[in-house]
């Protein structure tokens, strides 16, 4: 699984996309995990 924070998901959109297409990706904020796939 990666991790993106917040920001990159902001600024970088589409390779965070790209990215969950591929493979489970978790979204951080200050280093605690924002949307993560487990919890759905």
Do not use: F
């Not at 996309?17 to 993560?36: D, F, G, M, Y």
């Amino acid at each position: 699984m990666k991790h993106y924070p917040s920001t990159d998901l902001k600024q970088n959109l589409g390779d965070v996309l790209a990215a969950a297409s591929q493979q489970p990706v978790s979204i951080t904020r200050h280093n605690k995990p924002a949307i993560c796939p487990d919890e759905h």
